[in-house]
């Protein structure tokens, strides 16, 4: 799978069309290397064989292999951000916001395995990712989830002073968990459905009952009590009259 066309590759060097063109070449090839191998394993003088040049040359753009992976997640990170920039615009309320990010979260997982375990097993593992391209990217992507929060605590919805930043712990980090079999062929999911579930789930926990929801549960409950058929008596006995 290429380069996404919209983004643009940043590369070492003057950005001439031939150099992007190359630049585009070579990510596309060390994607491949990458997911076949995953980060550690793989090494630059392969990605070089597969794009036809020698291994020097690769470094005349990506000085670092570390850099050749960052831009390659940014390929994938920065069309995301902007999928999800277009949706989030047309959502409002805590519980449709919520249920959207949980669903294109969940979706990454499904449609990007491969660089999902890399992301997870080799690259946010390091001392290195906290002052990375890729750390600056998923501060980006996270920041919708954030920003749901004090929305709702604005209008409401959430009482104030509610963390943010453990709610978005709570999502990501307990998605993570989740997915973690299924990144490794453990088990598909229905991403429909989890992500349907996992957004009462985390309601919840962070969005305390009000009086009136009380309120209606307490009625169905009731009503559902007198609607159940009454359960059936014994035939009562009849006492024996002694004869005289």
């Known amino acids: 799978m290429n380069q996404p066309a919209s983004v643009t590759p940043i590369t070492a060097g003057k950005q001439t069309p031939r150099r992007l063109r190359r630049a585009s070449e070579i990510l596309a090839a060390a994607r491949e290397v990458f997911l076949d191998k995953g980060f550690e394993r793989s090494s630059v003088a392969e990605i070089a064989a597969r794009v036809g040049v020698v291994e020097g040359l690769v470094y005349t753009y990506f000085p670092t292999k570390r850099e050749l992976l960052n831009e390659v997640l940014r ?3 920065v069309p995301l ?6 949706g989030f615009s047309r959502i409002h309320g805590l519980r449709s916001r919520l ?3 949980i669903w294109r979260h969940l979706r990454v997982y499904v449609e990007e ?4 375990r890399i992301v997870l097993h080799e690259v946010r593992t390091g001392p290195e990712y906290f002052k990375s391209v890729l750390h600056d990217l998923h501060v980006q992507y996270t920041a919708f989830l954030m920003r749901t929060v004090r929305e709702a605590e604005r209008d409401g919805e959430l009482a104030p002073g509610t963390d943010a930043e453990m709610v978005r712990s709570m999502v990501y980090g307990g998605i993570e968990h989740r997915m973690w079999a299924t990144l490794f062929g453990r ?9 349907d579930s996992y957004t009462e789930l985390v309601l919840r926990g962070i969005q305390p009952a009000s009086s009136g929801e009380a309120l209606e549960r307490r009625i169905a409950r009731l009503e559902a009590m007198a609607a159940a058929p009454a359960p059936k008596k014994a035939p009562a006995k009849t006492a024996r009259r002694k004869k005289p």
Do not use: C, Q, W
């Open 113 to 116: 395995p491969g660089l999902s």
């Open 75 to 77: 390929g994938m990170y």
């Open 99 to 101: 249920r959207f990010l």
């Open 81 to 86: 951000i902007h999928d999800i920039e277009t």
């Open 187 to 195: 088990g598909a999911v229905d991403v429909e459905a989890l992500a």
